[in-house]
Nanobody
């Protein structure tokens, strides 16, 4: 069973940086796409970014392009989200997710980690 565990959230001032980690286990991830989503209070969950584990192709939401970077460490089965130039509107619970390449739906989700950006 695939398990995803996020870490690295916290409180940061606007303009600051945070790095989130997502430790993945229970699967052969070379055939997976790993994503980050976020959900702010009273808003729907939204896509942030994703990376194809094999080959490293990435996609970003327009709202985070140029500020956030997704990467993965194959040896550690860990995906990272480096967030720079944070804004108060980035405040949300951030979720790591995984889907099998070729499927549209993300089937596996972490428990989420809170990111709060103060102005």
């Amino acid at each position: 069973q695939v398990q995803l565990v996020e870490s690295g959230g916290g409180l940061v001032q606007a303009g600051g940086s945070l790095r989130l980690s997502c430790a993945a286990s229970g699967g052969t991830f070379s055939n997976y796409v790993m994503g980050w989503f976020r959900q702010a209070p009273e808003k729907e969950r939204e896509f942030v970014t994703e990376i194809r584990w094999s080959g490293g192709v990435t996609y970003y939401a327009e709202s985070v392009k140029g500020r956030f970077t997704i990467s993965r460490d194959n040896a550690k089965n860990t995906v990272y989200l480096q967030m720079n130039s944070l804004k108060p509107e980035d405040t949300a619970v951030y979720y790591c997710a995984a889907r099998i390449s070729g499927k549209m739906r993300y089937d596996y989700w972490g428990q989420g980690t809170q990111v709060t950006v103060s102005s």
